[in-house]
């Protein structure tokens, strides 16, 4: 079947820097992305999310690029600290009407301070 | 803390046997979704039910079976376990019906299976 996949499974970035994770995926019908944070010991939690009419979307340090020609997604954080370390999944649903999200196996950010 | 709480922690159990998950959504969510994260598989969706109805469905195994109750704290219900079970089991909760609204997750069990 289809499946989400992640480019890098880690990324280590000095504190300050620019963070850019990608996520492939290549359900071409997939219609809502988002972006989620695990940090070690925690459930995920909600980072930002897109959708499918669109290509880019803001937040507060974040940035989601959506390009639907090539189906990459990726996650831009901002002046990266040391707290954003965890691990970030990109996930797609290909319910449609429905809820079905399909999950990227996650990157690993490590910020350095 | 994200408000949705989960029972228990941690769960050892043997092969063949029978489980129960408990989750408490977050006051006022009416939808609750159940996943499970694994080494080899990643996080993957089970299950969604909103305001005591199944709404969607994942890669839940016939082996394993949910329910939301009244009040709408829910259970998710595994039999016959098997190693490959061994898991953390997450539940998450949502206002309303779309699987777009944001969804808060609980700290999560993590079951082994022995």
């Known amino acids: 079947g289809e499946s989400v996949g992640l480019h890098l499974p880690t990324l280590s970035v000095q504190e300050g820097d620019n963070s850019i994770i990608n996520c492939a995926y290549s359900?071409?019908?997939?219609?809502?992305f988002i972006w989620y944070k695990q940090e070690s010991g925690k459930g995920p939690q909600f980072i930002i999310d897109?959708?499918?009419?669109?290509d880019k979307r803001q937040g507060q340090r974040v940035t989601v690029l959506l390009n639907k020609t090539v189906k990459h997604l990726s996650l831009q954080i901002a002046a990266t600290q040391p707290g954003d370390s965890a691990v970030y999944f990109c996930?797609?649903?290909?319910?449609?009407?429905?809820?079905?999200?399909?999950f990227g196996r996650g990157t690993s950010l490590i910020v350095h301070p | 803390d994200s408000g949705v709480t989960q029972t228990p922690k941690h769960l050892i159990t043997a092969t063949g046997q029978r489980v129960t998950l408990r989750c408490s959504p977050r006051?006022?969510?009416?939808?609750v979704y159940w996943y499970q994260q694994s080494l080899d598989q990643g996080l993957q969706f089970l299950i969604q039910?909103?305001?005591?109805?199944?709404?969607a469905k994942g890669n839940i195994l016939e082996r394993f079976s949910a329910q939301q109750f009244p009040d709408l704290h829910s259970e998710l219900n595994l039999s016959s376990l098997e190693l490959g079970d061994s898991a953390l089991y997450f539940c998450?909760?949502?206002?309303?019906?779309?699987?777009?609204?944001?969804?808060?997750f609980g700290p999560g069990t993590r079951l082994t299976v022995l």
């Open positions: 359900n071409s019908a997939s219609d809502y």
């Open positions: 998450a909760s949502s206002p309303l019906l779309a699987g777009t609204d944001t969804q808060y």
């Open positions: 039910y909103y305001n005591g109805e199944e709404r």
């Open positions: 006051s006022g969510d009416l939808s």
């Open positions: 897109i959708r499918s009419n669109m």
């Open positions: 996930a797609e649903n290909i319910g449609g009407g429905s809820y079905i999200p399909t």
